[in-house]
Each structure stands twice: as structure tokens, then as C-alpha cells.
């Protein structure tokens, strides 16, 4: 389902020293980390640490004031969003942005549409090459959507759907993509507590059945010690810890940072 690097295998993300400045203002401060292939790594922190701030630079919505991003080998540092895109970058936001009255299969096209080589005259004229084109998207579409459980859903508008199933309609049309890398920014919020285990089963299932690597924003920190395999955390623009759930779960700075604990 991914796309692959020369060396055969998607390559690792790699944010080194990034730093974001506005204004005088610094919101990232030389943030360093690595995402192996195929693994869930989670940015966390308080509100205002600076975590939308680095999904923004890797999206390419921000450009980055100093440091390097590279995935796979390729320098993506400063790269509009619609080239990161095309080199297999997918994002989901915070906020819902689902057309309002299209379908959920209409939705999930939408992601198909990087992908798509018919020529705007020949979808026009309805030639064989653009029906068959056509047929095979949402042939992918149908199995994207059975991988996420919105099988039943695709006929219906998306935005009559609860609130989680619209969530995973996000979700399932940045695969739609195909990406190499999929960025998600707090996709169980708001959710109750059936959708979040849904949704984490469905995250757990993209890395371990799809082999996509995953970056994730998320504040429910039951969700990230079961998803991820790496965390790095951010406080004020900086990295003040990284490595495993559990360590990072337990050191003095993190502590210090979400609870206002002094360190010893």
C-alpha cells in the first residue's frame, strides 16, 4: 500500500534541530527526533508546547526558521504542502473538514485525487482508460473502508454520520493517499470511550497490517502508552524527553511539565 524508498523500504522521518521563530516568538527550539519505519511515535506536552506547530512544519504548512526534515533520505524542509503530499505525507486535523452533504465514498475519494493520471479531457469524454481509472479508485475506497469499519456507511453523508465514525471517515481518506507517512492530530478526541477504543484499534491496525509510519498528537495518554512504540515531549518549543512509553512516562521533567511538580 506504501509507496518505498530506493533502498526498497520506507525510510525513517527525520527532524533535526528544527526551530520555528514568529515575530520574535520562538514556538519550536532545535526539536530533534527520529520515527522509524513502520512505528506509532507520539508528540505530546501541555497546551502550548508546540506540538500543532511541528505537525505544521512537517505538513510544510510552516516553514521551518532553521533545521532539516527529511523522509526516506529526501529533504522535505520548506516544501509546499501539496509536493509533501505527493511524496506521501497525509494529515489529519483536530477539527472536522468533511464536505457536508457528500457521501462518505465521495469523501474518501477526495484522498484518491493525488493519485489520479486521467487527463481532465479524457474523464470529460468518458473514454474506457478514465472508467476503468475510476473503477479501480473506488474499488480502493471499498477496502479502505471495511479496514476501518465504514463499510456499511459509504452511501450515506458523512455528515449525518456520530461523531467518531466521521472522525474515522478522516482517517480512512488520508489512506485513501497511500501515504508513506500519516500525521494525526488528536484523532480521539471528543470521542466517547467506545469510539476512542475503536479508533486506537484502527490506528494500531494501520501500523501493524499496512506497515505505515505514524506520527500522533494526542492528550489522551491512555491512547498513546497502548499506540506508541516512541514519544518524544515537547514543553514551551523544546524537546525535554523521548524514548519509550513507559520511561518517558515516568521521568522527572515530564512530570514536572503536565503535573508542575518540582524535580528532585
Given at each position: 500500500?506504501t509507496?518505498t524508498d530506493?533502498?526498497?523500504?520506507v ?5 533535526t ?14 526539536v ?15 497546551n502550548?508546547?508546540?506540538k ?5 512544519v512537517?505538513?510544510?504548512?510552516y516553514r521551518?526558521?532553521s533545521?532539516s526534515?527529511?523522509?526516506?533520505g529526501t529533504?522535505i524542509t520548506?516544501l ?5 503530499a505527493?511524496l506521501?505525507?497525509a494529515?489529519?486535523f483536530q477539527?472536522?473538514?468533511?464536505p457536508p452533504q457528500?457521501?462518505?465514498a465521495q469523501?474518501l475519494l477526495l484522498?484518491?485525487?493525488?493519485l ?8 470529460g469524454?468518458?473514454?474506457?482508460s478514465?472508467?476503468r ?17 465504514l463499510?456499511?456507511?459509504?452511501d ?10 466521521q472522525?474515522?471517515?478522516?482517517l480512512?481518506r488520508?489512506?485513501?493517499m ?5 500525521l ?14 475503536a ?10 497490517s ?10 489522551d495518554m ?7 512504540d ?9 524537546r525535554?524527553?523521548g524514548g519509550p512509553p ?5 521521568d ?13
Amino acid at each position: 500500500m506504501t509507496e518505498t524508498d530506493s533502498a526498497g523500504t520506507v525510510g525513517a522521518l527525520e527532524v533535526t534541530d528544527v526551530t520555528v521563530r514568529f515575530a520574535g516568538l520562538t514556538a519550536l527550539d532545535r526539536v530533534s527526533f527520529t520515527v522509524d519505519p513502520g512505528s506509532v511515535h507520539a508528540v505530546i506536552g501541555p497546551n502550548g508546547a508546540g506540538k500543532s506547530t511541528c505537525f505544521n512544519v512537517l505538513s510544510g504548512v510552516y516553514r521551518a526558521t532553521s533545521g532539516s526534515v527529511r523522509l526516506g533520505g529526501t529533504e522535505i524542509t520548506g516544501l509546499a504542502p501539496d509536493r509533501i503530499a505527493a511524496l506521501g505525507v497525509a494529515r489529519t486535523f483536530q477539527n472536522l473538514a468533511l464536505p457536508p452533504q457528500a457521501t462518505v465514498a465521495q469523501s474518501l475519494l477526495l484522498g484518491r485525487h493525488r493519485l489520479t493520471r486521467t487527463g481532465f479531457i479524457a474523464a470529460g469524454l468518458r473514454l474506457p482508460s478514465a472508467a476503468r481509472e475510476s473503477r479501480q479508485h473506488l474499488e480502493r475506497v471499498r477496502e479502505i473502508a471495511d479496514f476501518v469499519g465504514l463499510a456499511d456507511d459509504l452511501d450515506r453523508p458523512a455528515g449525518v454520520l456520530p461523531y467518531g465514525k466521521q472522525k474515522l471517515v478522516e482517517l480512512a481518506r488520508a489512506l485513501c493517499m497511500e501515504p508513506r507517512l500519516l500525521l494525526l492530530d488528536e484523532p480521539v478526541a471528543g470521542m466517547t470511550a467506545d469510539e476512542r477504543r475503536a479508533t486506537a484499534a484502527v490506528v494500531a491496525g494501520v501500523r501493524d497490517s499496512l506497515g505505515i509510519s505514524i506520527v500522533l498528537v494526542e492528550h489522551d495518554m491512555g491512547v498513546v502508552m497502548r499506540l506508541a512504540d516512541a514519544v518524544t515531549v515537547l514543553d514551551f518549543g523544546r524537546r525535554i524527553a523521548g524514548g519509550p512509553p513507559a520511561q518517558v512516562q515516568s521521568d522527572p521533567a515530564v512530570i514536572q511539565a503536565y503535573l508542575g511538580a518540582p524535580t528532585p
